[in-house]
């Protein structure tokens, strides 16, 4: 029997300020392999306060990557290890200070340090053959749930899909909301969002349980919060509940699964290059069928934070390009499977998806 016996991050510390821990956290870990960190950093951060802060010593790389021009690539995180490996060595462990991209970059870069050949070999459950080197994630912006989840979600030449394995997962995360203040109005609701939407697939599909639902109704009374209620807005204290969210919207999915809208939302960014965050708000916004009170509950926030999604993208597209990321879709079976049910295929097919797409 397929038993749900996940691994979690070995350590997570949480607070404002707790950033300041990183350089004591990491220290013993300094004695490891060849006595070097690798920091991962989101470009954003290249002129910022942050930047500063960051415990690198002598000997230390600081890499910055630019996260806006496409989702993480298979290429990309071969090209990091390839160039580490071959001039400086095996580092003792490996920092990811960013959003989700980064998060991802550093969870895969961590394991292909250790195994060979390009990370497209690992893209799937289960693949990885040695347990990855020490890795910290550090995110600054909230939603995802990418810091505390087992899938290193990578592009790939053929396909968009995670590494994911139990050493995937973080040995430390550090859950710092001062570090999500500059976190712009627009990208703070998508990716928030990203967290409302993976609790309301999470608890409507045939896998929701006791476990995934306690972390679920939590992070969504969270975002309540954070979107909706009386004293909405981005403020520190609204900070710190949606960085507790993301994690809580995360666990609740790995114990769970996530449904309709993430499949054609994988669809838009294979296909189409769309954000995954902004892709899933494309699509959720037609879904009311499917989830009725959480599109609704949706439209309102939408409303309160005066963010208008664009509509009729579909007029754009061709027949083509409608049926390439119908495939996409069609072939997470995993996410039908827990949202329609066992026999989704009888119900689902896809010309059924080529229609909800059309809905965009
Ligand atoms: P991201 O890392 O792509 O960052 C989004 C934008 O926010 C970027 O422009 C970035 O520079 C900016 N940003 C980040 N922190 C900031 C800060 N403090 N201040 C100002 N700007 C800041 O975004 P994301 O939405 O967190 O992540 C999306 C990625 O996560 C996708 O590649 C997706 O595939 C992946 N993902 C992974 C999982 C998982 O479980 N592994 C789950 C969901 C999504
Ligand atoms: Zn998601």
Redesign the pocket.
């Known amino acids: 029997m397929d038993v749900k016996n996940f691994k979690n991050a070995d350590r997570i510390a949480f607070g404002r300020g707790s950033f300041k821990g990183l350089s004591s956290i990491i220290t013993q870990k300094r004695l490891l392999n060849n006595n070097f960190f690798l920091f991962i950093v989101?470009q954003?951060f290249a002129d910022k306060d942050l930047f500063y802060r960051i415990p690198a010593e002598k000997g230390d790389v600081v890499k910055l990557i630019n996260?806006?021009p496409h989702?993480?690539t298979t290429a990309q995180v071969d090209n990091i290890r390839d160039e580490i490996l071959g001039s400086i060595g095996l580092p003792s462990g490996i920092v990811g200070i960013?959003?989700?991209?980064?998060?991802?970059i550093t969870k895969a870069a961590s394991l292909m340090f250790t195994n060979p050949g390009s990370s497209t070999r690992y893209q799937g459950l289960n693949l990885i053959k040695h347990p990855g080197i020490y890795h910290v994630g550090v995110p600054?912006?909230s939603?995802?749930?990418?810091e505390v989840?087992m899938?290193?979600?990578l592009t790939g030449p053929e396909k968009k899909l995670?590494l994911k394995c139990d050493s995937t997962v973080f040995n430390q995360v550090i859950l710092d909301p001062e570090?999500?203040a500059?976190?712009?109005p627009d990208?703070w609701f998508y990716?928030g969002m990203?967290t409302y939407i993976h609790c309301i697939e999470s608890e409507n599909g045939y896998l929701n349980n006791a476990y995934s639902h306690a972390y679920a109704e939590q992070a969504l009374q969270l975002c309540r919060d954070v979107f909706l209620n009386q004293h909405a807005g981005k403020t520190p204290g609204n900070d710190d509940k949606l960085m507790v969210a993301s994690m809580m919207g995360?666990l609740s999915l790995t114990y769970s699964e996530v449904g309709i809208c993430h499949a054609l939302s994988y669809g838009l960014s294979k296909i189409l290059h769309e954000?995954?965050?902004y892709a899933n708000c494309l699509v959720f916004q037609h879904l009311e069928d499917y989830y009725p009170e959480g599109v609704r509950e949706m439209k309102q926030m939408l409303a309160r934070h005066q963010i208008n999604l664009p509509q009729g993208l579909s007029k754009q597209w061709t027949e083509d390009t409608i049926t390439a990321m119908a495939k996409v879709a069609y072939a997470l079976s995993h996410m039908w499977n827990h949202a329609v049910g066992p026999d989704w295929k009888k119900k689902i097919t896809i010309e059924k998806i080529k229609e909800l797409y059309k809905r965009l």
């Open positions: 989101d954003y996260v806006d989702e993480p960013g959003g989700g991209s980064i998060m991802d600054t912006i939603g995802t749930g990418a989840s899938t290193a979600v995670g570090l999500t500059s976190v712009p990208k990716t990203d995360g954000k995954h965050c």
